[in-house]
């Protein structure tokens, strides 16, 4: 059974900084395409960045382009969301998601939040 848990999620004040990570155990974490979402209150679940296996292919929501920054590092299991230049727009629950390419099952983090003071 694959499991995601997501830390770095607090308080920010706009314009700073926080670096997301959600750490993969239970399956071979190489064979998933990763993704960070997220949900603000009263919002649905929205992508925010993806990267593939490798980690040579990455896309962004045009909301956080050049702030955001996502990446992996396979040999410890992990993918990470740097994210710069916060907003208060940018307050939400942020979940990972991880796609495995040999089945196409999806299985997502519990959360972790963010909130972003003006």
């Known amino acids: 059974q694959v499991q995601l848990v997501e830390s770095g999620g607090g308080l920010v004040q706009a314009g700073g900084s926080l670096r997301l990570s959600c750490a993969a155990s239970?399956?071979?974490?190489?064979?998933?395409?990763m993704g960070w979402f997220r949900q603000g209150p009263g919002k649905e679940r929205e992508f925010v960045a993806g990267i593939s296996r490798s980690g040579s292919t990455t896309s962004y929501a045009d909301s956080v382009k050049g702030r955001f920054t996502i990446s992996r590092d396979n040999a410890k299991n992990t993918v990470y969301l740097q994210m710069n230049s916060l907003k208060p727009d940018d307050a939400a629950v942020y979940y990972c998601n991880a796609v495995d390419v040999r089945n196409h099952y999806v299985y997502w983090g519990q959360g972790t939040q963010v909130t972003v003071s003006a």
């Open positions: 239970g399956g071979p974490f190489s064979m998933y395409v």
